[in-house]
């Protein structure tokens, strides 16, 4: 396991979500019951800008929604993907391109490779883990 891949080490997890401000939800769909949906507003809440990223739409949430990483126009802290695995590979070559701090694959989301690829370009990694569960874990009050 490469040192950037923090997905089993809670306290950088922590550290991670505490130092982050913008995130990047690729994937985020305007359907309420959707995963991506629930988790975005969790997040907006907990005090996060959220930038969506969905090239099938102009807006969600009541943002502007981004046709690629490329096309968001303030930094990027982590990339909150929520797409299969066999999608995965060219988000983290934009994650990588576009200067993010970090890749956060969700739940289910299970891509070693891509995993790999962002953590030798000095990517923070996060595989399989749900930002709604480890923020209220570690940060809720």
Known sequence: M???DISANTAA????L???RNIAVVGLSPKPARPSNEVAHYL??????ILPVNPLHDEVMG????????????PIDIVDIFRKPEDVMPIVDEAIAV???SVWFQLGVIAPEAAAR???AGLAVVMDR????????????
């Open 44 to 49: 907006r809440a907990a005090g996060y800008t």
């Open 63 to 74: 943002e502007r929604c981004y046709p690629s990483l490329h096309d968001v126009p303030r």
């Open 118 to 120: 962002a953590a030798a």
């Open 18 to 20: 505490q130092d982050s």
């Open 2 to 4: 490469h040192p950037n």
């Open 13 to 16: 997890i922590r550290r991670l």
């Open 99 to 101: 200067g993010a701090r």
């Open 130 to 141: 749900c930002t709604k569960i480890e923020h209220a874990r570690l940060l809720a009050r």
